[in-house]
């Protein structure tokens, strides 16, 4: 996540998603956000559509200047995770925030692809309302 970016947003998205912040920014905007997530193939279902898109709202109010390009990628599990990949394999392509199982997490660091969180984790009040196992489930291997 870029630091010209709010961790108000990062709080907000954290609740709903798992999401991790990327190593670099995309080298666009500084005071663009680009947010990737996994979209829905069923087209009636909009849930992340329709929760990101009300946070986008949320924080361009809060912040103003400031913006957030949510950035879709409507695949099965298998090809959004392949295109993810590929996203960030360059500081051009890469989102500032990504959606990711936690699965993936520990070989993205490992790739140098995401950015630890924990300095906006230790200021975010919510994060003690999260389970622990939640918590561990995000955590990468070294802590």
């Known amino acids: 996540m870029r630091p010209t970016a709010a961790p108000v947003l990062l709080a907000t998205l954290l609740a709903a998603t798992t999401l991790t912040a990327c190593g670099s920014g995309s080298g666009s ?7 990737s997530f996994k979209q829905s193939t069923d087209n009636s279902v909009r849930v992340m559509d329709t929760y990101l898109g009300e946070m986008k709202k949320q924080f361009e109010k809060a912040n103003p200047g400031k913006k957030v390009e949510l950035v879709p990628i409507k695949a ?7 295109k993810l990949q590929q996203m960030l394999r360059s500081p051009k392509t890469a989102p500032d925030l990504v959606y990711e199982d936690t699965f993936l997490i520990n070989s993205d660091i490992t790739s140098g692809y995401l950015k630890p969180l924990d300095p906006y984790l230790d200021k975010w009040p919510d994060w003690d309302r999260f389970i622990d196992t939640a918590k561990a489930a995000a955590k990468a291997q070294d802590g």
């Open 29 to 35: 905007d500084p005071d663009t956000v680009k947010v």
């Open 76 to 82: 099965p599990d298998s090809e959004y995770y392949t």
